[in-house]
Structure formats: structure tokens, C-alpha cells
């Protein structure tokens, strides 16, 4: 507890350090963008040539007609060494945990698939604790924007069929590897719900910084492996969700690419082989990471592909 506390104190010092911002609230006003789902690649906002057509769409505009986000209502920015700090403390969390106790020195690919299902695990929590803050929100009535609620609990649905297929696969094979994970897991939730409503843009860019370890370790495993896992089945369960089943869910998870456009077809991944499950693993992390990079900006809107009807299409006045 002392830890955690420490942890906390560390944290909301560090939130409260280079604020930029004036104590005013931030009202906009529901904004659309054209995106383009063909390229998926891990970026950090704007160095990727991210764009954005925006104009105003009163058609989804909120029943009391703003559109601003948990960033811009409950958050203020974050300094650099508070970003930094967050790295460094999961950079330390992922040294010490994951590179160590899931050390594979046999080349086993089961202690891949624990360390995988641990991860796992981890990474749904989150998710978890942004949409508990929310409720909570909106049962004090503070603030209710229900198109977050939904984008919080699609992005743990996708952790949940990560985690599916981690135990298809055998990752939670071992009594002493769920243990670690679920234990890690309910400390992490509380951790995060007391970061979120210190500064949800807190929350978000730690989220980040976890995805993005997520996005390198499958990257990692695909550069290794990926002629083996090509010749293995993929889970039934990756198969229902990423190509047979509903993907209603799992277009609502998508909300940011390379090139934001009101234009371009639903991401469609392959789901013939392991390695192709792996493959849209690694992407789903991209698509986690330009989403909590999204969500800290408080000026914009987020929108998923099943909102795509909504966007407005502006090729003839876009600029260059």
C-alpha cells in the first residue's frame, strides 16, 4: 500500500507540473474527419502525416451540443517529464516482471504464449477502469457522453479476444502464470482508476505507453517466428472475431490510421494461419496506441468506423 501510494503521489505530482492550460472549461463542437483505413502503421500523431478535414455535423452532436471528451471536461496536459516518467515506469514494470520471469531460454513456445496471456490480462484493465470512472460520472450526473462508454468497452472487448486466444493457444496453462497476471491486473486497475480521475489524459498517455511495449513484443515475435507460425492453424475464436463473426465491435475499436478519411474500406484482416492472427494482434495494438494518442488532445473528436455514414466527405475543398 505504502507503494501504491507512493506510486500515486508520484503520478499527480507529476500531473500537475506544466499545466498550459488556464482552469476554463473546453466546449467544441462535434467535429468530423475523412479517414483512410488502408495504411495501419504505429505512429505518434502528427509525425505520421496525420490530417483532418473538420466541420461541424449537427447530426451527431451530443444532447446538450458539445462533443468534448474526458480530456477536455476532467484533464489538463501533461508535461514532457511527466511522459517520460510514464515510460520510465513501465519500461522498469516490463524489465522486471516480463523480462525476466517470462525469460524463454528453451525457445519454448508456451512460455511465449503465458507471457502473451499475461499481457493479455494486463491490457484489458485499463479499459475496465475508464468505463467504471464514467459511470460513475454519469450516476453523480457530472457527464455523460455515451459514444466513449461504447468505444471503452469495444477496445476491451478486442483485449478480451486477445486473451481468448492466448488461452486457446495454453497460455493460462499455469496456476503460477495466472497468478501473476490477475494479481498484477487488480492492483493495475485501481492504479489506473485513481490516475483517471486525477487527469484522464494521464491515464490515456500511460495506456499508450503499455500499448506501444504490446505493439514491439508481437512485432518482435512475428520477426521471429513468423515461417512457424505460418504453418500452424489459427484459434477458432480468432477466426470468429477478426474474419466469420459479427464485426460490429470490432469496427467500433477502430478509430484512428495513418490518414484519417471519410473514405476507404473497414479494416479486413486475414485469418488463415497463426500468423496472421498474430499479425492483427500486433495491428490492434497500433490501432489502442493512435486512439489513447487521439484521446489526449483536447480539441479532438473520435470517431469509429461505424460512424463512418456521419462523416462528411470534403475532397473538393481539402487543401493539399
Not at 32 to 45: E, Q
Not at 164 to 184: S, T, W
Not at 203 to 229: C, I, K, R
Not at 244 to 258: A, I
Amino acid at each position: 500500500m505504502r507503494l501504491f501510494s507512493l506510486i500515486l503521489l508520484l503520478l499527480f505530482c507529476q500531473s500537475t507540473s506544466g499545466f498550459t492550460t488556464s482552469g476554463k472549461s473546453y466546449n467544441h463542437g462535434r467535429t468530423t474527419f475523412r479517414r483512410n483505413h488502408n495504411d495501419l502503421k504505429l505512429g505518434s500523431g502528427e509525425e505520421d502525416g496525420m490530417s483532418l478535414e473538420v466541420k461541424e455535423n449537427p447530426s451527431i452532436t451530443s444532447d446538450n451540443g458539445l462533443s468534448t471528451g474526458p480530456a477536455s471536461v476532467f484533464g489538463n496536459p501533461i508535461s514532457a517529464e511527466t511522459k517520460k516518467f510514464n515510460k520510465a515506469m513501465i519500461d522498469f514494470i516490463k524489465g522486471t516482471v516480463f523480462d525476466t520471469f517470462y525469460k524463454n531460454q528453451d525457445d519454448d513456445r508456451q512460455r511465449d504464449y503465458a507471457r502473451f496471456y499475461a499481457l493479455e490480462t494486463i491490457a484489458r484493465t485499463p479499459y475496465f477502469a475508464y468505463l467504471s470512472v464514467l459511470h460513475l460520472y454519469e450516476t453523480l450526473g457530472r457527464w455523460r457522453r455515451a459514444n466513449y462508454l461504447k468505444l471503452h468497452f469495444a477496445e476491451s472487448w478486442n483485449e478480451l479476444h486477445h486473451l481468448l486466444i492466448m488461452e486457446e493457444l495454453g497460455g493460462n496453462k499455469y496456476f503460477v502464470d495466472r497468478f501473476i497476471a490477475q494479481h498484477i491486473a487488480v492492483f493495475y486497475y485501481f492504479f489506473v482508476v485513481a490516475a483517471y480521475m486525477i487527469n484522464p489524459v494521464l491515464a490515456y498517455n500511460l495506456n499508450e505507453t503499455v500499448e506501444e511495449h504490446a505493439y514491439s513484443t508481437y512485432d518482435s515475435f512475428l520477426n521471429d517466428h513468423g515461417e512457424e507460425l505460418s504453418k500452424l492453424p489459427p484459434p477458432d475464436v480468432a477466426t470468429t472475431y477478426y474474419r466469420d463473426g459479427d464485426l460490429y465491435m470490432f469496427d467500433e475499436m477502430q478509430t484512428t490510421s495513418s490518414h484519417i478519411e471519410c473514405s476507404g474500406e473497414p479494416r479486413r484482416p486475414k485469418c488463415d494461419n497463426l500468423f496472421d492472427v498474430f499479425t492483427n494482434i500486433r495491428d490492434d495494438e497500433a490501432e489502442h496506441v493512435k486512439t489513447m494518442n487521439h484521446l489526449q488532445k483536447q480539441e479532438m473528436a473520435v470517431m469509429s468506423m461505424n460512424q463512418l455514414d456521419e462523416c462528411i466527405v470534403a475532397a473538393d475543398t481539402a487543401g493539399p
